[in-house]
């Protein structure tokens, strides 16, 4: 694989793929990094990787939001001759509701953001650490992500935890960041189908064999894994 670089009016965009237009493409989450989801490659094929910009070694974009993270990743999934599916978890599964995309799994797409201890947890530790996490990139939660579901226009799995978000509580890792009421929003939605699968919110690390039995059918009826495929690439 290798890095392929988008000029957008946001500053460049990158990906890693085998070929400059990948059948699907996955998107990791908030201060992930796209290496971390490579196993996944030995299940999808013709999988790129979306590096979110200032993750992964990526140029930052000319600021930091969701907004011009979405214009930029926009106008990069607009170079491809025909719009890809999308695998996205997290922050990046918020951003891919805005891409062009044939069809959408999104993996732990969260909505409210009043209730959101895991995440300050993370992010406390991890500057314990001494991790660098910029302000602005954690002032990305301030607000909740509800204008997200009038961006749906593919049809859309919804994939969350079965972990419960509350109470606060220890936990060996993050539950679902997902309330009843957030995934209730998402199932309510004409083009999403909303599935509780076992487990938190990393799914694609910690349960990918859940995820990949749920997704299956969905790629098959969109067209990217033929009938009676196993999901292995």
């Known amino acids: 694989m290798r890095n392929h670089v988008v000029s957008t009016v946001e500053g460049p965009a990158v990906f890693t793929a085998e070929t400059a237009t990948p059948r ?25 990787f979306v590096h979110l910009p200032g993750h992964s070694g990526a140029p930052a974009f000319t600021e930091v939001s969701m907004e011009a993270w ?9 170079t491809f001759p025909q719009p890809p599916l ?7 599964a918020i951003v891919a509701m805005s891409l062009p995309a ?14 959101l201890w895991p ?8 500057r314990a650490r001494g ?10 939660f ?8 009038d961006r749906i226009a593919a049809p859309t799995l919804v994939l969350a935890g079965a972990e419960p978000l509350l109470p606060e509580r220890a936990t060996a890792h993050e539950p679902s960041l997902l309330t009843d009421d957030d995934f209730a ?16 919110h990393t799914l694609l690390d910690h349960n990918p064999d859940g995820v990949m039995a749920v997704s299956r059918d969905f790629m098959i009826r969109h067209g990217y894994l033929p009938a009676g495929a196993d999901g292995a690439g």
């Open 102 to 115: 044939r069809a959408l799994i999104a993996v732990e797409p969260l909505l409210s953001t009043d209730q």
């Open 70 to 78: 979405i214009r930029g990743l926009r106008e990069m999934v607009a």
């Open 86 to 92: 999308i695998i996205a978890e997290s922050l990046g």
């Open 24 to 48: 699907v493409l996955i998107i990791h989450g908030f201060k992930r990094r796209a290496g971390q989801l490579l196993p996944w490659r030995d299940r999808i094929p013709d999988l790129g």
């Open 185 to 200: 929003a998402y199932a309510r939605h004409p083009l999403v189908e909303a599935r509780r699968i076992a487990g938190g």
């Open 142 to 149: 301030d607000t909740p992500f509800h204008w997200t579901l």
């Open 119 to 126: 995440l300050h947890r993370t992010i406390r530790n991890a």
């Open 131 to 140: 991790v660098e996490i910029e302000p602005e990139m954690e002032a990305l």
